[in-house]
């Protein structure tokens, strides 16, 4: 069944890529609607604005109040302490023609703390010509004007979450440190190679909200966060694309996930910086091991649409997106990402927390027949599992409470 799902998947893109060819005058009609920025372009180090892929793409990046997996490393540094399972994603995105991204992102949870780790290359070849068509070499260099230009970044990132309880998730704080490389090779350009330093920084909390439906996890999140403060190190150097983002997520019904971002481009060098602009994404679950991701992103000269699904197995998940834009080109299949994401576990926690609930409704049903002792004891040992469990607190209370009413009770009918 699941291979007919990834086939349907394929199916589905086939005709997205048929569909999009006659879909061009449209959108360029509907992306003239918002403008061109003067400012864009003027950041270095663009891959920081890339997504590598994954739903995180799939949602038009409307992923800063998600904590789904670990396409977080991009957007909410403070979401790795709310991810359920150990993750080990490969990914692959065709962006424009010759341009690749390579991505690898590896993210744990420990208890309460998040730990994210990840590396990030775009590359494509370059071959000089002159206005003739003829290849040349700069006055500077022997050789002829090629080579790869490539940029690449590496991550590592941490994160912490208090005030858990069993109705609250508790707010989650993160931070991430990123060091990144240029290279312009020497026969293109002279000393434009370079080293940046950044960080981000972000929060996180998810809570119950207008929620008509019951299920452990919280419908409702919220996330800010500030990505890529800091500088290349570099004769004249551009600013990095510095960002300010606010999110948030709603689940209406179970199926159904909605995320909207709104993103606050400035420059720390105080130069003017791109256009607000915003993200709304979709995660849509079909079955219990198919899911569509979609979203628009609304941004002054390159507005974004894309659409994506996801396969998830026990142990291996995979998705892929289409991108739809003005750099896409309809003759060939470029815009396109995949994804390849390991479940690597989660240390027990789905598990002892499945115990935990059994005991609890075990307990429920044996203070249902008056024997409170018995339904403590058990909801003890779903504490013992699971020590946020509160309606197992709430219980022992109210058992406490019962059993010292039946011992009063008793007390005075044998007094008299």
Not at 266 to 280: L, M, R
Not at 282 to 311: C, E, H, Y
Not at 326 to 348: A, C, H, K, V, W
Request: charged share 20%.
């Amino acid at each position: 069944m699941k291979y007919k799902a990834l086939a349907l998947s394929l199916l589905l893109f086939s005709g997205v890529l048929l569909y999009s060819q006659n879909f061009e005058d449209y959108y360029s009609s509907w992306s003239s609607m918002f403008g061109i920025d003067p400012n864009s372009g003027t950041n270095s180090f663009l891959i920081l604005l890339v997504p590598s892929g994954g739903k995180h793409e799939g949602m038009a990046t409307a992923y800063t109040a998600i904590a789904i997996d670990s396409g977080f490393i991009d957007s909410n540094p403070a979401a790795s302490s709310l991810l359920d399972v150990t993750e080990l994603s490969f990914l692959h995105n065709n962006w424009i023609n010759d341009v690749n991204i390579e991505s690898v992102i590896f993210t744990t949870r420990l208890g309460n703390l998040g730990l994210g780790f990840a590396g990030k290359m775009m590359y494509l070849p370059f071959t000089g010509v002159n206005d003739w068509g003829d290849r040349y070499s700069n006055d500077y260099s022997g050789d002829y004007a090629a080579g790869y230009y490539w940029e690449t970044v590496g991550t590592a990132n941490v994160s912490y979450n208090i005030l858990k309880n069993f109705y609250f998730d508790g707010i989650s704080f993160g931070g991430s440190f990123k060091a990144a490389y240029r290279n312009v090779p020497f026969s293109i350009a002279q000393n434009q190679s370079a080293v940046a330093i950044m960080g981000d920084a972000g929060i996180m909390t998810r809570f119950n909200f207008l929620k008509p439906y019951y299920s452990r996890d919280k419908n409702f999140s919220l996330g800010l966060s500030v990505k890529n403060v800091g500088a290349e190190f570099i004769e004249n150097p551009d600013p990095l694309p510095t960002r300010f983002s606010a999110g948030l997520a709603y689940s209406p019904f179970r199926p159904l996930t909605m995320a909207f971002d709104f993103n606050l481009p400035f420059n720390i060098d105080g130069t003017d910086a791109e256009a607000p602009y915003f993200a709304v994404g979709m995660d849509l679950t079909l079955t219990n091991f198919l899911s569509l991701q979609s979203g628009v992103l609304l941004k002054s000269g390159l507005p974004r649409f894309t659409i994506g699904t996801a396969v998830e197995t026990a142990k291996v998940d995979f998705v892929i997106n289409y991108t739809l834009d003005l750099t896409t080109q309809f003759s060939q299949p470029d815009r396109i990402s995949l994804e390849l994401r390991l479940n690597m576990g989660d240390y027990g926690r789905k598990e002892r927390a499945e115990q935990a609930e059994i005991l609890y409704v075990e307990g429920l049903k044996i203070y249902a027949e008056g024997r409170y002792q018995e339904a403590i004891k058990k909801w003890e040992a779903c504490l013992e599992l699971d020590p946020l469990f509160s309606p197992a607190k709430e219980m022992i209370d109210t058992a406490m409470s019962s059993f010292e009413l039946q011992q009063e009770i008793q007390k005075r009918q044998s007094a008299e």
